[in-house]
């Protein structure tokens, strides 16, 4: 009889403590805050940056022709150090998600500077307002570069493909991180010493530089 009373009371003591644990503990337990973060403020269609590359040569590729015989050589040598890019840039929100804009800065090659000016697309991922502080991008960029050395004709190009992520730093900072593919063309002048069989008005000699590209931008507006 004993063992029986002790049964049934220890049975109303674990009901009681799991009804307790029903009623009283969920009052203690803290619910976990959502926030929602603005990566993009559409409010304003036009967004300004400031920004730039790291680019690191993989190769370099040249390509000599020559328009009296139709004949063309093409060698390749290794990648030397290729430089960096500062831009500014400005681009207009399509969407929350498609923004098309232009860039101009400086090129800082190991023979030649250049000034780049390039279009631009890049394609966020998410929505424009988030529960995360970042969302990831792709982008393209293509345009004529137009160069500053003697050694060099003036008018190159370049193009790059990559992607990369944004984040929210701050409540109204932003920063773009970045990593691609580059391909950079210039047209070296030849060389005044010696004597050649083609007059140079006849040769059409081109380098091209194939690089990973590495950087930041920063969102002014």
Not at 170 to 184: E, N, P, Q, S
Request: contains cysteine; charged residues 20%.
């Amino acid at each position: 009889m004993k063992k029986f009373l002790f049964i049934l009371v220890l049975m109303t003591m674990c009901a009681t403590v799991a009804d307790a644990q029903r009623y009283f503990i969920p009052k203690y337990k803290r619910k976990k805050e959502v926030r929602e973060y603005t990566l993009e403020n559409m409010d304003k269609k036009w967004t300004l940056y400031l920004g730039g590359y790291y680019n690191m040569p993989l190769g370099l590729q040249y390509r000599v022709h020559s328009s009296v015989n139709d004949y063309t050589i093409r060698y390749e040598e290794k990648g030397s150090l290729l430089g960096g890019i500062v831009h500014v840039g400005a681009a207009y929100k399509l969407n929350d998600n498609l923004h098309l804009g232009m860039e101009t800065g400086y090129v800082f090659h190991e023979n030649s500077g250049a000034v780049p000016l390039n279009a631009v697309a890049r394609y966020y991922y998410g929505p424009a307002k988030a529960n995360s502080r970042g969302r990831l991008f792709n982008y393209v960029n293509v345009g004529p570069q137009f160069f500053t050395s003697k050694s060099s004709k003036l008018l190159g190009a370049a193009a790059a493909v990559g992607g990369g992520v944004r984040v929210l730093i701050a409540k109204t900072m932003r920063v773009d991180l970045h990593a691609g593919y580059m391909l950079c063309m210039r047209r070296p002048k030849l060389s005044a010493e010696g004597k050649y069989d083609v007059p140079d008005s006849q040769v059409n000699f081109k380098e091209y530089t194939h690089a990973i590209q590495v950087g930041m931008n920063i969102v002014i507006f």
